[in-house]
């Protein structure tokens, strides 16, 4: 038998073999632009840095009046869909950071859980929701918030999504924002969008 | 000088060897033939999920979500099809967790690109439906618009200004008003006609526009004005609809009606495929408010259009052009085979048997895939309204009797966070069963609490809420052993054939299990409140069920104690 006569009987081989492991099985793989929870470490960290590292924290001492601070939610402003708990966990794994260094002893700062968060924290930590933990009932002075913008471009073969995630912490008596940074990525995806 | 016995022996032997090889290349021929139609129909189109279908347009929404539940777990072809009749059965149920779950998971896949980037040869040679459904870009624009629904019920307007965005792609634009069969002869006539011959247009889905309109201004985010412009731009019908958007509005209803248009495949081989309408019916939604006549507004979305305009439509060209390959290559294989097999030449025929295997490849290829999403309705209507106070609601698709329905006691929401309720009616083909126009509910729950002395279902009362302080004291007020803590109340659920509390809840291990998503007053294990309002709320609640049997002794001994007090003069 020819070399040329048997490649072409071996083609077809070649090819339901091809189509048979590639064709009939197989799980989906999501491969979207979209924020992962490496980018939520990488943020909340790097926030975490620039808040300690802030003049208007550094600048607080001690047995100043302390700021009583809340968090809220992330604002989705992108095109992502973000889940309400994730909504949170951006904003409660930045305050973690920051709860977990000496950054509140040393500059006089209360972090307390907002009050309309309790029934959810207590549930997720076994407490009794009619109970109440330290400083609910605390007056916040400041809250803690960020808002997620991305300027998305898609066509058949493409899509990319910029993001900008900014944080804040704004003073609740004037409406000032007293410290704010942001944290950019761009992601892109290639291969037909809509198959 | 030979020996002529030789030569004879000779004869005969070289007659054996050709016998055998005759033998050995009809073997081979059988195997081939039989392995390739095995392998060629083995990966045809996934059949369609008949029960799922039948339940769901006969408003029976978890049986239609338990048909579909095992496969949408399953990582295949058809996942992401499966978790969208999941998703939008579970929307329709009024289940927000499964929905949510379920879309989500569209969502992301709907979002990946190249998600058939590894699968487009097999789809060449072997058949459409070993590609991952991801339907056509009209169903994948709808998809997103359930996942922005699914958000918008739950007052994430944020969420749902997102999903909104993404069904906003551009569309691919040919010019005037081309079926695919033109198109394929277009392309027939220039191999580059597909490649350079269109134009990216923006989007004529002005559902989406209107969704993310919504969504911005609910949410904070931009643009409100020129998305509500957008789509008036694209429907000067929508007129009437974004004044009473821009004029406020406390509640929101995201209205389905119908069967949406249904995909055939037809032409040579069934290669080509198109998509017929369903619905005979077709009109504008009318809504009154206590009784008087509130809104008429036209579909925001006609999907029978949708489905066929070449625009939101895709890859005609290469089932056509595969179903030619395949014929011609199927001819002269046969051709070469039969030639090769008379002359005994083994090489000949192999290469014959290469040709026919690689045609008929081909050929099994070019049937068109006739999977589409189903449960998509033939129109969609958005009706705000500003309700001020409790108010009951009656809205129909004007000329069918059949799509009426009445939501009583409807409480409104706000400006800043409307109601928003999402119903999914049938059209002329479905029944119209007597709870969609009920005024009275049969059963209290979480959202519609009991008064004091009523008695949970289990005990032979009407009371489906989750068990709770509050709730237990409303049941002793009507005889309930005074000695019962809520604790008490609680184990009495888990205890009786472990009852759950919670739609899904069930803790024993991964595996999905229908009878946790069912539920109790439809022989189901599950107790919760449905989405108020939704389709399942409305099914479950106002509507008489079979009486709980009690499967524990002391269950049965308590509801026999309530049945002698409710007996009591």
């Not at chain 2, 005609?316 to 008379?342: M, Q, W, Y």
């Amino acid at each position: 038998m020819s070399i040329r006569a048997a490649h072409l009987a071996a083609l077809p081989i070649a090819l339901l073999f091809a189509c048979a492991l590639t064709g009939c099985s197989g799980a989906p793989k999501i491969r979207t632009p979209f924020l992962q929870s490496v980018d939520l470490v990488d943020m909340t960290n790097r926030m975490a840095e620039s808040f300690t590292a802030s003049d208007v924290i550094n600048t607080r001492r001690l047995d100043d009046n302390p700021w009583v601070i809340s968090i809220y939610r992330v604002v989705n402003h992108t095109n992502q869909i973000i889940p309400e708990r994730e909504k949170w966990l951006y904003i409660g794994r930045l305050r973690g950071m920051l709860a977990r260094s000496n950054v509140a002893e040393k500059h006089a700062l209360v972090w307390i859980v907002p009050p309309e968060r309790w029934p959810d924290v207590a549930k997720a930590l076994n407490a009794d929701p009619a109970g109440e933990p330290f400083g609910l009932r605390m007056q916040p002075t400041h809250v803690l918030t960020a808002q997620f913008n991305a300027l998305t471009i898609t066509n058949a073969l493409n899509r990319s999504d910029a993001y900008l995630c900014a944080f804040e912490l704004l003073d609740l008596e004037t409406g000032s924002i007293v410290w704010q940074d942001a944290w950019e990525v761009k992601r892109a995806v290639s291969g037909l969008t809509y198959d | 000088m030979t020996d002529p016995s030789a030569n004879a022996s000779n004869l005969r032997h070289a007659g054996k060897v050709r016998a055998a090889h005759c033998c050995t290349l009809s073997r081979c021929l059988a195997v081939w033939l039989f392995g390739f139609l095995g392998f060629s129909c083995g990966c045809e189109s996934a059949p369609r999920n008949y029960s799922a279908i039948r339940a769901y347009y006969n408003y029976d929404f978890t049986t239609a979500r338990e048909a579909v539940r095992d496969d949408a777990y399953i990582q295949n072809e058809q996942v992401l099809l499966n978790n969208a009749r999941l998703g939008v059965a579970a929307l329709a149920d009024g289940d927000n967790t499964e929905a949510e779950q379920a879309l989500g998971r569209v969502f992301n896949w709907l979002s990946t690109a190249g998600l058939n980037e590894d699968r487009t040869t097999a789809a060449v040679w072997v058949h459409e439906g070993v590609r991952i459904w991801k339907g056509e870009p009209f169903e994948q624009a709808l998809l997103y618009h359930y996942v922005a629904t699914q958000y918008a019920v739950q007052d994430d307007w944020e969420n749902a200004r997102a999903a909104a965005s993404n069904a906003l792609f551009r569309l691919t634009d040919f010019g005037g008003d081309k079926s695919s069969e033109d198109l394929t002869r277009s392309a027939a006539e220039d191999d580059n006609f597909l490649d350079i011959e269109y134009t990216a247009v923006d989007t004529n889905f002005a559902l989406g526009f209107v969704m993310q309109a919504i969504g911005s201004k609910l949410s904070g985010a931009s643009g409100f004005d020129a998305q509500l412009n957008a789509a008036v731009a694209i429907n000067e019908d929508l007129n009437a609809l974004t004044d009473r958007i821009r004029s406020g509005f406390d509640t929101l209803l995201i209205v389905d009606y119908g069967k949406g248009p249904t995909k055939i495949a037809y032409g040579p081989d069934d290669a080509l495929l198109r998509f017929d309408p369903q619905e005979r019916h077709r009109g504008p939604i009318t809504v009154n408010i206590n009784g008087s006549h509130a809104a008429k507004l036209n579909p925001v979305c006609d999907i029978d259009r949708m489905a066929v305009d070449h625009r939101w439509n895709n890859l005609e060209d290469i089932r056509i052009a595969k179903s030619v390959i395949g014929d011609v290559l199927v001819v002269s294989g046969f051709a070469v085979a039969a030639h090769g097999g008379n002359r005994d030449s083994l090489e000949t025929v192999l290469a014959g048997l290469g040709m026919m295997a690689a045609g008929a490849l081909t050929k099994s290829g070019a049937k068109g895939d006739t999977r589409y999403f189903e449960f998509a309705p033939q129109s969609i209507y958005i009706v705000p309204l500003a309700l001020g106070d409790v108010s009951d609601l009656e809205l129909a698709i004007q000329g069918d009797v059949g799509s009426r329905v009445v939501l009583d006691n409807v409480r409104p929401g706000t400006a800043e966070n409307p109601r928003t309720i999402y119903l999914r009616i049938h059209g002329a083909d479905s029944p119209d069963p007597q709870w969609l126009t009920a005024i009275t509910p049969y059963y209290t729950n979480d959202f519609n609490a009991p008064s004091a002395g009523a008695l949970p279902y289990i005990g032979g009362g009407r009371d489906v809420s989750m068990p709770s302080r509050t709730l237990l004291q409303t049941y002793q007020a009507g005889g309930f052993p005074t000695e019962f803590t809520p604790g008490d109340l609680i184990d009495l659920y888990r205890v009786d054939e472990e009852l759950f509390l919670g739609s899904g809840m069930d803790p024993a291990n991964d595996i999905p299990r229908n009878s946790s998503y069912r539920h109790i007053l439809e022989t189901g294990r599950a107790i919760f409140t449905p989405q108020p309002y939704s389709m399942g709320y409305k099914r479950l609640m106002y509507q008489p069920h079979d009486p709980y049997e009690p499967r524990s002794e002391r269950l049965r001994n308590i509801a026999a104690r309530l049945r002698v007090r409710q007996d009591e003069p």
